[in-house]
């Protein structure tokens, strides 16, 4: 449910303009689900390419994996996923039997007896119990303990239990990373807040396997797990500075020892700050040798690494960088959502890194005769055939087609106009200047592959 007045804007326009839609809407939604239109896809792809760039493609010490996405129940025995670690306090309301996550709830639904009430009908609420939020699901023909397994809670446990085979398989060794892009799912109690919290989501991970700190000793090296937690911190923040966030709704958060996961001794957040507050947009953890000791432990596979130069085996440690790919999305929706007054009348627009954007510019003509479209169609082909995603826009007024592209994130509008007859140019708009230039029409596809660059 979303309460929040600029959170209603950002959830209408995002419908409006084919960003996201609610999953399964047609048959009264599924909460926590949500599925990405025609634009959102596109900004969701050009985020995933971002990061498999900046991380792998541009890097020789981190290496790609993609894992199932159904895994064996000993895989999250083995996690700890299926105890308490995850696992949120449920409460059911005796009256109108609405679930919520007893540690979300605030302290005005809090009754004379200091006990909670429901928030929705002030019911009687039953005393919390543990629930866990993985997806299980069975595999094979029969349903029963022998063939349970889980849709994965996240997609770091598919690079812990390939360690061993990356390992024996490649010459990659310590330090280096295993990076992962996916789709995890969480059966959560209370989705909420749009994109922020949902039952099936998507990952961008890195497990960076390095020495623990006795070898980083014995060789002498300052790249303990310390060093790298610190680097990491800094490059996640980085990173979304890159991507065009304003660092005004940024901040790290360390969290407290209370709160740490039940694999952590250290984990930082990058926090932003939606409509409704700072949360959780990243983490940075120090999972330590938690998951690679407890897999040896439960498959009985040797899960450590030899190390030549010290003639010793040891058990990695690893730092995790992690972000979410839809609350990313949610963040990139709400920074980059402006309304601005132009010539009397208030414009949407989304003011987005233009490597982000769905669409990198549109091909207009200014009018549907003279010759307009034609020019205008040949230039566009020109421009997808280079690889640059266009789309050639000729309904409605030329003012509204610039109010839809403005509203999409399009960076730039190229209109051929009559002039264009003559003078064998275009004009350019840009989307958050509003300035115009003129540019030759033989010219505009190096002129917007120099401005993506």
Same mark, same amino acid.
């Given at each position: 449910?979303?309460?929040?007045?600029?959170?209603?804007?950002?959830?209408?326009?995002? #419908?409006?303009?084919? /960003?996201?839609?609610?999953?399964?809407?047609?048959?009264?939604?599924?909460?926590?689900? $949500?599925?990405?239109?025609? $634009?959102?896809?596109?900004?969701?792809?050009?985020?995933?390419? $971002?990061?498999?760039?900046?991380?792998?493609?541009?890097?020789?010490?981190?290496?790609?994996?993609?894992?199932?996405?159904?895994?064996?129940?000993?895989?999250?025995?083995?996690?700890?996923?299926?105890?308490?670690?995850?696992?949120?306090?449920?409460?059911?309301? #005796?009256?109108?039997?609405?679930?919520?996550?007893?540690?979300?709830?605030?302290?005005?639904?809090?009754?004379?007896?200091?006990?909670?009430?429901?928030?929705?009908?002030?019911?009687?609420?039953?005393?919390?119990?543990?629930?866990?939020?993985?997806?299980?699901?069975?595999?094979?023909?029969?349903?029963?303990?022998?063939?349970?397994?889980?849709?994965?809670?996240?997609?770091?446990?598919?690079?812990?239990?390939?360690?061993?085979?990356?390992?024996?398989?490649?010459?990659?060794?310590?330090? =280096?990373?295993?990076?992962?892009?996916?789709?995890?799912?969480?059966?959560?109690?209370?989705?909420?807040?749009?994109?922020?919290?949902?039952?099936?989501?998507?990952?961008?991970?890195?497990?960076?396997?390095?020495?623990?700190?006795?070898?980083?000793?014995?060789?002498?090296?300052?790249?303990?797990?310390?060093?790298?937690?610190?680097?990491?911190?800094?490059?996640?923040?980085?990173? =979304?500075?890159?991507?065009?966030?304003?660092?005004?709704? /940024?901040?790290?958060?360390?969290?407290?020892?209370?709160?740490?996961?039940? $694999?952590?001794?250290?984990?930082?957040?990058?926090?932003?700050?939606?409509?409704?507050?700072?949360?959780?947009?990243?983490?940075?953890?120090?999972?330590?040798?938690?998951?690679?000791?407890?897999?040896?432990?439960?498959?009985?596979?040797?899960?450590?690494?030899?190390?030549?130069?010290? #003639?010793?085996?040891?058990?990695?440690?690893?730092?995790?960088?992690?972000?979410?790919?839809?609350?990313?999305?949610?963040?990139?929706?709400?920074?980059?959502?402006?309304?601005?007054?132009?010539?009397?009348?208030?414009?949407?627009?989304?003011?987005?890194?233009?490597?982000?954007?769905?669409?990198?510019?549109?091909?207009?003509? /200014?009018?549907?005769?003279?010759?307009?479209?034609?020019?205008?169609? #040949?230039?566009?082909?020109?421009?997808?055939?280079?690889?640059?995603?266009?789309?050639?826009?000729?309904?409605?007024?030329?003012?509204?087609?610039?109010?839809?592209?403005?509203?999409?994130?399009?960076?730039?509008?190229?209109?051929?106009?009559?002039?264009?007859?003559?003078?064998?140019?275009?004009?350019?708009?840009?989307?958050?200047?509003?300035?115009?230039?003129?540019?030759?029409?033989?010219?505009?596809?190096?002129?917007?592959?120099?401005?993506?660059?």
């Amino acid at each position: 449910m979303v309460k929040n007045e600029k959170m209603k804007k950002i959830v209408a326009w995002a #419908k409006r303009r084919a /960003l996201v839609y609610q999953g399964a809407e047609i048959y009264g939604g599924t909460g926590g689900i $949500y599925d990405f239109g025609p $634009y959102g896809a596109e900004l969701k792809r050009n985020l995933r390419d $971002y990061f498999w760039q900046r991380y792998i493609e541009k890097r020789s010490d981190i290496i790609p994996l993609e894992s199932g996405i159904v895994m064996k129940s000993e895989v999250w025995e083995a996690s700890g996923h299926t105890g308490s670690g995850f696992a949120d306090p449920l409460s059911e309301c #005796k009256k109108c039997h609405h679930r919520f996550r007893a540690d979300n709830l605030k302290q005005e639904t809090k009754a004379k007896d200091n006990k909670f009430v429901c928030p929705d009908c002030g019911g009687e609420l039953t005393e919390p119990r543990m629930f866990n939020i993985l997806v299980k699901t069975y595999l094979g023909p029969a349903e029963d303990s022998s063939t349970i397994a889980y849709l994965r809670g996240e997609t770091a446990q598919g690079m812990f239990v390939n360690f061993k085979n990356v390992i024996e398989t490649t010459r990659i060794k310590p330090p =280096f990373g295993m990076a992962q892009i996916g789709k995890a799912f969480r059966n959560e109690i209370t989705p909420g807040n749009f994109l922020f919290r949902t039952r099936e989501f998507e990952q961008a991970e890195i497990e960076w396997f390095c020495e623990p700190e006795e070898i980083a000793k014995k060789k002498k090296s300052k790249k303990t797990p310390d060093f790298f937690f610190e680097h990491w911190v800094n490059d996640w923040m980085q990173m =979304f500075l890159d991507l065009g966030i304003s660092k005004r709704n /940024l901040k790290f958060r360390p969290h407290e020892k209370t709160e740490l996961a039940h $694999y952590s001794v250290a984990t930082t957040d990058v926090e932003y700050n939606f409509p409704w507050g700072f949360s959780e947009l990243a983490g940075i953890a120090n999972r330590t040798d938690f998951d690679l000791k407890n897999h040896e432990k439960h498959s009985g596979r040797d899960m450590k690494y030899y190390d030549e130069e010290v #003639k010793e085996k040891y058990y990695p440690f690893v730092i995790e960088p992690t972000m979410g790919i839809d609350r990313t999305v949610l963040a990139l929706l709400c920074d980059g959502y402006y309304e601005e007054k132009v010539k009397g009348e208030t414009r949407v627009v989304f003011k987005l890194n233009p490597k982000l954007s769905p669409v990198k510019a549109a091909i207009m003509p /200014l009018v549907k005769k003279d010759k307009l479209p034609q020019i205008a169609e #040949k230039l566009y082909k020109e421009i997808i055939g280079e690889g640059i995603s266009a789309e050639f826009d000729e309904s409605g007024s030329i003012g509204r087609r610039y109010r839809r592209q403005d509203e999409i994130g399009t960076p730039y509008c190229v209109t051929i106009d009559f002039d264009s007859l003559s003078d064998k140019k275009a004009t350019i708009r840009d989307r958050d200047t509003l300035k115009q230039e003129r540019v030759e029409i033989s010219k505009i596809k190096d002129w917007l592959i120099n401005k993506l660059k």
